[in-house]
């Protein structure tokens, strides 16, 4: 996919969208000549292939799976993604593993990842507190298991696309991947949600200029297994499957930390608030009404609590 456009003040926007982690990354940017827009764009994909190769959970050549494969014999990683597994334990830590990322085993017993018949034996008591951070890039598993980055790698993704295109002189940019979006120097657009209850309709969340948010809804992801309803959204503490109809999004600085805090706050809201607080977040939530079944409430977060907020009318979009 690819717009090309001139605005009345000669600057010129680019839009350009590809296929990657696992969904439809669309990047678009402004700057003064259509060929500083292309190797803007090129670079800024290249930075998000760059972070898919390295933390695929089904590129068998990964960082990720090289470690799920290391046992407990320690690995040397890319910096990159050095960097996210710090993250992913400071994480946590602070949210007291509602944030785990060594929740691959729930996800691949529920069919959304492979089976890699060639992983190291995970140990079923294994969790975040085992993952060992050396020096020089070096990475430890105390006791065998298999992780998984995709609750906080696409965000990360999203802004190593940002830098890239603020790197290369840009004067506005925006990259999209999937409800994983960061923007700089435009303008205060509307950021829109899709309806929990009906996905094809969309409600305006928020005006964003320079920041990032990240939505998780299951809207699309649940499925049956074995008879019971399973959903990619798992809460780390008690290892289940999220399954309430509900739509998180999260606001914050970088979108590697809107992305994994919307799992925080997806299997526990309430104690999610000192959680947001900690990395200066805010969330909205969009859930059914305890007093009204049959509609939807919008909830934001403060320091206290949750308050309601004024609801608008949904706009109708294609599914």
Request: net charge neutral; with cysteine.
């Amino acid at each position: 996919m690819n717009r090309a456009a001139a605005s009345p003040q000669h600057d010129h926007t680019l839009t350009r969208a590809r296929p990657l982690l696992g969904t439809l990354v669309e990047i678009s940017v402004r700057g003064a000549s259509t060929h500083a827009l292309n190797t803007a764009i090129e670079q800024a994909f290249a930075a998000v292939e760059r972070i898919q190769t390295l933390m695929s959970y089904h590129d068998l050549t990964s960082d990720v799976s090289r470690l799920n494969r290391s046992g407990t014999t320690g690995i040397t990683v890319d910096p990159h993604t050095w960097f996210v597994l710090d993250t992913a334990r400071t994480l946590a830590a602070v949210s007291n593993g509602l944030f785990d990322i060594s929740i691959a085993p729930e996800l691949v017993r529920a069919g959304y990842l492979p089976q890699h018949t060639d992983f190291a034996s995970a140990d079923a008591a294994a969790n975040w507190r085992h993952i060992e951070l050396l020096p020089d890039h070096r990475v430890r598993l105390s006791r065998p298991m298999h992780i998984d980055l995709g609750g906080i790698a696409k965000g990360y993704a999203v802004d190593c696309a940002i830098l890239a295109l603020q790197d290369a002189g840009m004067q506005a940019g925006r990259v999209n991947a999937g409800g994983d979006l960061r923007v700089f120097g435009e303008a205060a657009e509307t950021i829109h949600v899709r309806h929990p209850g009906a996905a094809t309709q969309l409600l305006p969340l928020c005006q964003l200029r320079e920041g990032a948010v990240a939505t998780s809804a299951p809207y699309y992801s649940q499925r049956q297994v074995n008879g019971c309803v399973a959903s990619p959204l798992i809460n780390a503490a008690t290892r289940q499957p999220c399954t309430d109809t509900r739509s998180v999004s999260v606001l914050a600085d970088c979108c590697m930390l809107a992305d994994a805090l919307t799992k925080v706050v997806f299997a526990a809201p309430t104690r999610a608030i000192a959680v947001l607080q900690h990395f200066a977040a805010h969330a909205a939530v969009i859930d059914a009404d305890p007093r009204l079944p049959a509609q939807y409430r919008v909830r934001l977060s403060e320091p206290t609590g949750w308050r309601d907020a004024l609801q608008t009318e949904p706009e109708a979009v294609a599914a």
